[in-house]
């Protein structure tokens, strides 16, 4: 390129400048086909984040490393693509928490990143949708949970305890799901508390902005179930869905059913509930929820490029770091009337039935000492399982 840069200069001085030009827009476009760059920014202290290890990894080969990189004093990288055509996956690693990003040949990306403590301020829970059915002998459950990191300046919660769920404690867990603020799905693990059953704690960064939860289990069930609430924080509105064919009750005056306009299911909801002990409630009778439908289904086949938690490494390279080991919003006050906390339930339950459970069950999951593996399902058992 240099030589025939000299040759237009010497020979066609007059021409030589729009043609180097000319040159230098090629040479650009073909070194950007084969590059993702990016610049980095830490958001907690509003600076370049120099010094953070970045991963490239192809999302069509079971995360394969392809490429890694440091951000430069600016907090910019330059990471080298060996197949263009293929989608990839960019990961910071920023203070032990990952943040990820889905990534083409020739992309500029502006990844943020943010410090990382033990104990953050400003986390609140905003909605909590527990989903309900019988199976046979089992009460199953899918409950859905989002905490919303508002920290200022914002950080991100990282930890061995970062989240905790209380569950009945005759609960045994089917699966639990984690969804952070890239909207990435995961199955992750949860650990139960030695002497307090039913009470969990998972290892997954809470980011600034909304992250989600899901935990699926069985209950033992002889047509009658007594549910005890309690929160790790505060929480703007908790829904209890059930089938038509089946019973709500509660002796608290905190649960009021929604007139949602659907045959399908019922939904009690109770508002701003503190943390701690909460309004407990019973279900009783039998009964299955309908399907998520056709639509939920189309949804998840097209999100066909799942992040699975386990990755694997190029030759004489480390693997990723575990999604679940180092990693909906219903944007709700008290409800001026039901119908807009219809509107953003129901845009709840239609953006959070699928996607996650089909993802996570297309990817395994590591198990760390003393958690919660996920259980087989038997048969052909309906799926009420939350996506995130």
């Not at 003393?370 to 309906?382: E, H, L, T």
């Amino acid at each position: 390129m240099i030589d025939l840069l000299l040759f237009v200069e010497e020979f066609c001085p007059r021409r030589a400048l729009p043609v180097l030009a000319l040159l230098a827009c090629c040479s650009s476009a073909s070194l950007g086909a084969n590059y993702i760059t990016g610049a980095v920014r830490n958001q907690s202290r509003g600076e370049p984040a120099a010094g953070d290890e970045v991963i490239l990894a192809q999302l069509e080969t079971g995360m394969q490393e392809e490429a890694r990189a440091k951000t430069d004093s600016q907090g910019s990288f330059t990471l080298n693509v060996q197949h263009p055509d293929k989608p990839y996956l960019v990961r910071v690693i920023h203070q032990g928490v990952s943040y990820d990003q889905q990534a083409s040949a020739g992309q500029a990306l502006s990844i943020q990143v943010f410090d990382a403590a033990t104990h953050v301020q400003g986390i609140t829970g905003t909605i909590e949708i527990l989903r309900t059915g019988t199976i046979g002998s089992l009460l199953h459950v899918s409950d859905m949970v989002e905490i919303k990191n508002e920290s200022s300046p914002p950080l991100t919660q990282a930890g061995e305890r970062t989240f905790e769920m209380y569950l009945p404690a005759n609960a045994k867990i089917d699966s639990v799901l984690a969804a952070g603020p890239e909207k990435m799905s995961m199955t992750i693990s949860a650990a139960l508390v030695p002497g307090q059953p039913g009470h969990y704690t998972v290892n997954f960064p809470l980011r600034p902005g909304a992250t989600k939860f899901a935990f699926n289990y069985d209950l033992p069930y002889d047509g009658h179930v007594a549910f005890q609430t309690r929160h790790a924080y505060p929480l703007q509105q908790m829904a209890v869905m059930i089938p038509p064919t089946m019973k709500f009750s509660s002796r608290s005056p905190a649960f009021k059913i929604l007139p949602i306009g659907n045959s399908g299911y019922q939904v009690q909801a109770a508002n701003q509930l503190q943390e701690g002990e909460g309004p407990g409630f019973e279900v009783s009778g039998t009964g299955a929820l309908p399907p998520l439908g056709d639509q939920g289904k189309k949804q998840a086949r097209s999100q066909s490029q799942a992040v699975p938690n386990r990755v694997v490494s190029a030759p004489r390279r480390g693997a990723l770091p575990s999604l679940a080991n180092i990693d909906t919003r219903l944007k709700q006050t008290q409800p001026p009337s039901q119908s807009l906390v219809l509107a953003g339930l129901t845009s709840v339950l239609l953006a959070t039935c699928v996607l996650l459970v089909w993802r996570a069950r297309k990817a395994r999951s590591f198990s760390a000492a003393q958690s919660v593996a996920p259980r087989p399902r038997q048969g052909n058992r309906p799926q009420p399982d939350w996506k995130l």
